[in-house]
């Protein structure tokens, strides 16, 4: 569906994509994820041909993108970060001028218009203006402009920003049943937990490039950590700090306000081995937990940085 | 047409703003039609009454009293210091000429001043005053020529006063036809209403992600343009045979039948394009409401004010006025006033209107590349 092949883009002496490399397939939900500032957006602006590249190549359809490739743009429905509607429209003028940009006739038109309003849930605001809108329903009116006239390839740019849970999951629902019906959708996030949620594979982006990609359990097979324990109030000295990370399979201990984080590969009943270490030493210890891996992990392993940093 | 409906659209949710302007800008010019209907619009002749103690009785005196008499109302008086201190007090006249005796040798062969008496801080006996001056000076000449007194009355009652015949240029007898108001006051309507409203509709087009969302549809940049442009036309082409109808239908005959109304017509059209490229400008600017209402009412008001539209030219100073003319609001009513005061527009007249049109277009180009180059910027 989409191909891109060492994309560089610079903006002055900045270097927004760095050698930036994509492929996405027919029927994906394909994620970008990656923290404020890491590219995805200027990728995105690059893939619809709204900024100039510096080197490199887009392939959509198997077509150079351009400005004028006015066959593909009819193919790609765009669902932008900030809300991008009129303000001086209602619900349903907006809706049927974004769709009126792709499709002429009047009466497939009226019936797109309704299926999108239907699809995001906003039949109950049809002739509201976006001020009288609440931020969730603002974004559900958002992608309702951007998807209106089904198009093959759907491009969302952080479409949850600042959106209720509840909305928030009623956007990701809809996300699945568009791909379900047939579109292939790209999705940039620095929310993983969305990403994981919903996305079939995913890229991991900073400073411009994609440091890993995959689904998302090759993405966590990549990394050593296997699980995360932790344990709050608990009271620990040096010693048994160092003793700790002696155990098998333990490979970084965080201890820090009484709140112990134990990383440990890929192992059986790493929990129990640590739960029985504190046991012996007779060392009380509050509530306990255990995480598989999280793309956070993935991220903080290959950048040593927290993905939320 | 989509990009045409929408501009359309958000046209018409101004529709309150666009009556209100309207009914602002006839209100005006009915009112300043009103007021210039009151001002005195020449100069006329005032007669006083003046009082007159003949203590000569002779044909000099008889002469000057009949001079007198020709423009003002004469009233003869007995030479009692009581009664005349009553006349000038009831306001029965304004001013007192005493004749002495001995008219002719005192004061037209001598130099003796006759004695008069006026109502303080009038300034009707000025009139009496320059009438008497002007009679002793004739007489005096006349007498210096070897008049007899009798020659000198036979002389002086045959002088007339002189008429003056008053070139009427515009045709109108010296009047500023009502018109001329409406068509003066015109670019405060087209400038603030289309900044406005293409304002609006245009920060509209340009919020947040809207142009990139717009860029990245299936319809072309340039068409996307094009069907800008047919909208603001459309708006534009609106208000302007709204205003032409209106004064078709106000000013009817006397607007048709001047000879001037094609040309009033083809003004008013030039200063629509001008006000529609600077508020093309204006649009791409602004970013708030605030930003929008306030630059409108600067430029609309500033250039109003500033370019004889709300105060006419020959009261604005010479630098004023120079400075004036960086402003296209000038040149319109400059070719305004040309075709207020001509019959005809041929010849120098003619050019100058021209003139005049074809600078406010050279503004329009101005503001069209200016905005161009503002839009190239804002798109890097």
């Not at chain 1, 093959?152 to 740019?157: A, N, V, Y």
């Not at chain 2, 109302?73 to 007995?78: F, Y």
Request: hydrophobic share 40%; aromatic share 10%.
């Amino acid at each position: 569906m989409i191909k891109i092949e060492n994309l560089v883009k610079r903006y002055g002496v900045t270097v927004a994509l760095d050698h930036f490399n994509l492929e996405v397939k027919e029927g994906e939900i394909y994620g970008l994820l990656g923290p404020n500032g890491s590219g995805k957006t200027t990728a995105i602006n690059c893939m619809l041909a709204l900024l100039k590249f510096d080197r490199g190549s887009i392939k959509v359809m198997g077509e150079e993108m351009a400005p004028d490739n006015y066959k593909i743009k009819s193919q790609i429905g765009i669902v932008m970060q900030d809300v991008a509607v009129f303000e001086e429209l209602n619900v349903w003028d907006n809706i049927d001028y974004f769709c009126s940009l792709y499709v002429k006739d009047r009466k497939k038109r009226r019936r797109l218009v309704e299926d999108a309003i239907r699809f995001v849930g906003l039949e109950e605001y049809r002739k509201a203006y976006p001020k009288k809108l609440s931020g969730g329903l603002l974004r559900r009116l958002n992608i309702a402009c951007g998807i209106a006239h089904r198009p093959k390839f759907i491009i969302l740019d952080e479409p949850t920003v600042a959106v209720d849970p509840q909305s928030r999951n009623k956007i990701l629902e809809g996300i699945c049943e568009l791909n379900r019906q047939g579109s292939t959708i790209v999705y940039t996030s620095h929310y993983m937990e969305e990403v994981e949620q919903i996305c079939t594979r995913i890229a991991i982006m900073d400073h411009g490039r994609s440091i890993a990609e995959g689904t998302k359990e090759e993405l966590k097979s990549m990394i050593k950590t296997g699980e995360t324990v932790t344990i709050e109030a608990v009271i620990l000295g040096g010693n048994d700090l160092a003793e700790l990370k002696e155990l098998p399979h333990v490979f970084d201990i965080q201890y820090e306000d009484q709140k112990l984080v134990v990383r440990c590969t890929k192992a059986r009943h790493n929990l129990i081995r640590i739960l029985k270490f504190l046991q012996d030493r007779e060392i009380p210890f509050g509530r306990v937990f255990s995480e598989l891996p999280t793309l956070n992990d993935v991220f903080l392993e290959i950048t040593g940085k927290q993905l939320r940093d | 047409m989509s990009v045409f409906k929408v501009y359309m659209k958000i046209a018409k949710k101004n529709i309150g703003i666009i009556l209100l302007y309207l009914v602002i800008f006839f209100g005006v010019t009915v009112m300043f039609q009103r007021f210039a209907g009151e001002e005195p619009q020449g100069y006329t002749t005032e007669s006083i009454p003046v009082g007159i103690v003949d203590e000569d009785g002779g044909t000099a005196a008889e002469s000057l009293i009949d001079y007198i008499g020709l423009s003002n109302d004469v009233v003869l008086l007995e030479n009692d210091t009581e009664s005349l201190q009553e006349e000038l007090f009831y306001r029965n006249v304004d001013y007192i000429v005493r004749i002495p005796e001995g008219f002719m040798e005192k004061c037209i062969r001598g130099d003796e001043s006759l004695k008069v008496t006026a109502v303080p801080g009038t300034y009707t006996g000025h009139y009496a005053e320059q009438q008497i001056s002007n009679f002793i000076n004739f007489a005096r000449s006349y007498a210096a020529a070897g008049f007899t007194e009798e020659e000198i009355a036979s002389v002086m009652a045959e002088r007339t006063p002189a008429e003056v015949n008053l070139l009427d240029q515009g045709g109108n007898g010296g009047q500023t036809p009502s018109y001329a108001f409406f068509y003066r006051y015109l670019p405060y309507l087209f400038l603030s209403l289309l900044c406005y409203v293409m304002g609006y509709i245009l920060m509209g087009f340009r919020r947040g992600s809207l142009p990139r969302r717009m860029r990245a549809s299936a319809v072309p940049a340039r068409r996307q343009s094009l069907e800008g442009l047919a909208a603001s036309g459309v708006i534009a082409l609106a208000l302007w045979g709204i205003c032409t109808v209106a004064s078709l239908t106000v000013y009817g005959r006397g607007f048709l039948t001047g000879g001037r109304a094609g040309w009033y017509l083809l003004n008013s059209f030039v200063l629509l394009i001008v006000s529609l490229t600077l508020a093309y400008l204006v649009g791409t600017l602004v970013k708030t409401s605030d930003a929008l209402n306030g630059s409108v009412n600067i430029l609309s008001l500033g250039m109003c004010f500033l370019c004889g539209v709300f105060v006419e030219m020959d009261y604005l100073s010479g630098g004023v006025r120079k400075a004036a003319q960086f402003l296209p609001v000038y040149w319109y009513e400059t070719v305004n006033d040309l075709l207020t005061q001509s019959t005809k527009i041929a010849g120098s007249v003619r050019t100058e209107v021209l003139e005049g049109i074809g600078i406010q277009l050279v503004f329009a180009a101005a503001f069209v590349c200016v905005t161009l180059a503002v839009s190239r910027e804002k798109k890097q």
